[in-house]
């Protein structure tokens, strides 16, 4: 090579190798499911450990830090309580009530507002607002709806003769749960409808017209149709219901705090009442660990249902 080929020739760069990003390593999913696997550790493991251990023993809210190990007696004593047994049965039957109401008038609210009317867009806006509100607002304005002097609930009752004796709704052991359970699905059915809205969005619409066209009626179409698309959203929904029944505390709370004689006390509020009130914090646990394996059986069986439902056997 001559000195001016030499001279034309480019001079080569030097090549700086890269360390390879850890974005692209197999730790990569790892990587980001180390901060919700560390708060989860953090904030829900270690508490439940805490409060599985306390369940076991004998404390005192007055001094926590000196515990008494019982084993199972904490859990033979709520259970050989009769009262416990009503608890479990309110709170089986708030649940219930609450699930079915919220699914089945959000589904109702849902397929009038998935309908072409004037004024849909602000219906749909407004439908949020129970939602939306604080639950210790809308616990104060059930209570005040609801007060025996001055609360538009019982003048409308009284106005068309099913006026309740006294007056005081929630202060009767008959008419306190169904006034809760009013007021919870009336919080509760604004996510319902909403969720199911978008899911009946979905649905296709030449399947719709399909089964119009072969003479299917609008049951059947929803039934064949409809039913198919939004069934999921619908079980999912049942089980976020159900947790959140089972979790409800503030509401009740504030509204009767468990009476009148413990005809609205479920387990949020008779663990409260335990751990705060009679100052037995593994009493307190041993409910909370109810409640626990409660929710870990629906939850389960969530899945199986699913499960079933995805073979075709649901």
Request: charged share 15%; aromatic share 10%; with cysteine.
């Amino acid at each position: 090579m001559t000195v001016l080929e030499q001279t034309k020739a480019p001079a080569r760069r030097p090549t700086n190798r890269r360390r390879p990003s850890p974005l692209g390593s197999k730790w990569t999913p790892y990587l980001f499911l180390a901060p919700a696997a560390l708060f989860v550790l953090v904030f829900q493991a270690v508490p439940l450990a805490q409060e599985i251990y306390l369940s076991f023993t004998r404390t005192t809210l007055l001094n926590p830090t000196r515990s008494t190990w019982v084993g199972l007696d904490n859990y033979v004593r709520i259970f050989s309580d009769e009262s416990f047994h009503q608890t479990l049965l309110t709170t089986f039957i708030y649940v219930v009530a609450c699930v079915v109401g919220a699914v089945g008038s959000g589904l109702v609210v849902a397929l009038l507002l998935n309908t072409a009317f004037r004024g849909r867009g602000v219906v749909r806006a407004l439908i949020t607002v129970p939602w939306a509100a604080p639950g210790i607002a809308v616990a104060l304005i059930a209570t005040w709806m609801f007060n025996s002097q001055y609360g538009i609930v019982n003048r409308f009752l009284n106005a068309i003769g099913l006026g309740v004796p006294g007056g005081s709704i929630l202060d009767s052991p008959r008419y306190a749960l169904p006034a809760i359970l009013v007021t919870t699905i009336w919080q509760l059915f604004p996510f319902t409808s909403v969720v199911l809205l978008s899911a009946l969005q979905a649905v296709p619409q030449d399947l719709t017209e399909a089964a119009t066209v072969d003479g299917a009626g609008r049951w059947w179409t929803f039934r064949a149709v409809t039913w198919q698309v939004i069934k999921p959203a619908v079980g999912l929904l049942a089980l976020l219901m159900t947790i959140w029944s089972l979790r409800r505390f503030e509401l009740i709370w504030l509204m009767t705090k468990g009476g009148p004689v413990g005809a609205t006390e479920t387990l949020v509020i008779d663990l409260y009442s335990q751990a705060f009130d009679s100052k037995e914090l593994g009493s307190a646990a041993a409910i909370g660990m109810v409640g626990v394996i409660i929710s870990f059986i629906v939850i389960m069986g969530s899945r199986l249902v699913a499960r079933a439902a995805e073979k075709g056997d649901v």
